[in-house]
T-cell receptor
Framework: DTGVSQNPRHKITKRGQNVTFRCDPI?????LYWYRQTLGQGPEFLTY????????KSRLLSDRFSAERPKGSFSTLEIQRTEQGDSAMYLC?????????????FGDGTRLSIL | AQSVTQPDIHITVSEGASLELRCNYS??????LFWYVQSPGQGLQLLLK??????LVQGIKGFEAEFKRSQSSFNLRKPSVHWSDAAEYFC???????????FGTGTKLQVIP
């Protein structure tokens, strides 16, 4: 169990630029989640995959955001035309699907700063 | 909709003292409940979870939590706090199915010598 890996750890970019983050889940986990965490808040759910299928998207996920998990393994989260309000920590988590009560294991996140 | 309330934003305790962090949840069915800990700049680490059965659950690092359905609470406790416990603690509630998890706003714990 090597844990959930996220890259990069930090990203600084200018407003209006596009950014892409990567998440590598724990290898046997077929569920993958993206969350956003702003200062002083708990993580907020963005989207969820089971294998390669994106099964739910939060209303927080505007049309500038897109997430993919093309082969059911790693996932990417892209933000287009970044805005100041996108500055946050983006967290990825993974879990097993079997049993319906498997806890989510989190990566260390990607901190995005918009200049 | 499910929700979690952590009424204490900051708590300060002396090293060696006991600790209780409060958590109240709102969920229509039997909840799945979690406590996570987050150190600055890091992701979240699972401390313990409750799905069913014994309402007193033991976790890692000497933490325990008690599920009280009548009070819709899931408070986290530790009998003797160590300086390394200083971090932010998040209570969370999950629904069945794909385990959509809703987090509270967190309680920041400061430990003084």
């Amino acid at each position: 169990d090597t844990g959930v890996s996220q890259n990069p750890r930090h990203k600084i970019t200018k407003r209006g630029q596009n950014v892409t983050f990567r998440c590598d889940p724990i290898s046997e986990h077929n569920r993958l989640y993206w969350y956003r965490q702003t200062l002083g808040q708990g993580p907020e759910f963005l989207t969820y995959f089971q294998n390669e299928a994106q099964l739910e998207k939060s209303r927080l996920l505007s049309d500038r955001f897109s997430a993919e998990r093309p082969k059911g393994s790693f996932s990417t989260l892209e933000i287009q035309r970044t805005e100041q309000g996108d500055s946050a920590m983006y967290l990825c988590a993974s879990s097993l699907a079997e049993g319906g009560n498997q806890p989510q294991h989190f990566g260390d996140g990607t901190r995005l700063s918009i200049l | 909709a499910q929700s979690v309330t952590q009424p204490d934003i900051h708590i300060t305790v002396s090293e060696g003292a006991s600790l209780e962090l409060r958590c109240n949840y709102s969920y229509g069915a039997t909840p799945y409940l979690f406590w996570y800990v987050q150190s600055p700049g890091q992701g979240l680490q699972l401390l313990l979870k409750y799905f069913s059965g014994d309402t007193l659950v033991q976790g890692i690092k000497g933490f325990e939590a008690e599920f009280k359905r009548s009070q819709s609470s899931f408070n986290l406790r530790k009998p003797s706090v160590h300086w390394s416990d200083a971090a932010e603690y998040f209570c969370a509630v999950g629904s069945g199915g794909y385990q959509k998890v809703t987090f509270g706003t967190g309680t920041k714990l400061q430990v003084i010598p």
